[in-house]
């Protein structure tokens, strides 16, 4: 969660293209629930993640069942996967972005946020050192997040404007 609200910070676009798609297709948060306007667009915005090698063939298969070998394919599979995958994936994964996407949902629906002024709102940027006091990636506007089992992170610091009164709601 920490990591969405640091990326939305740093992608202005995406930020408002969420919060105004948010903020159009539900008329109250009150509405803001699991269900079909939740996970509208999910599936189109997926394919952000095929191959053009791939776009007009998906799902395709060799021969022998195993899905087709290119340096996409390798690229996608090292990807991080937060829940694990197969047999030793969460059980509880469905429920955890679900409650992800409602606590996203309804924040945006209720406040306008940016980063903290000042050295603290740099908190969890490039070049931060770990717990460890290891340098962390030098990459800007990159979270940084110190994984192994678990997870480990500092900031990022924000802060948050009510939007209007809806606020009083809460």
Request: proline share 6%; net charge neutral.
């Amino acid at each position: 969660m920490t990591a969405v609200h640091f990326h939305l910070t740093c992608n202005p676009e995406a930020y408002d293209r969420l919060t105004t798609e948010i903020r159009t297709t539900f008329p109250s948060a009150a509405e803001i629930r699991s269900g079909r306007k939740l996970k509208s667009w999910t599936l189109w915005r997926q394919q952000d993640t095929s191959t053009p090698s791939n776009a007009n063939r998906p799902f395709t298969c060799t021969v022998d069942g195993h899905p087709e070998e290119s340096p996409e394919l390798r690229t996608m599979r090292r990807a991080h996967a937060p829940f694990a995958v197969g047999y030793r994936g969460c059980a509880g994964k469905s429920m955890a972005y679900l409650e992800i996407s409602l606590m996203l949902a309804k924040t945006l629906w209720y406040f306008d946020f940016e980063r903290a002024p000042g050295v603290a709102g740099q908190l969890g940027n490039s070049g931060y050192a770990n717990f460890k006091g290891e340098p962390g990636r030098q990459r800007e506007d990159e979270f940084q997040l110190f994984d192994m089992i678990t997870a480990s992170h500092d900031g990022s610091l924000l802060t948050f404007k009510p939007r209007g009164d809806f606020w009083k709601e809460l």
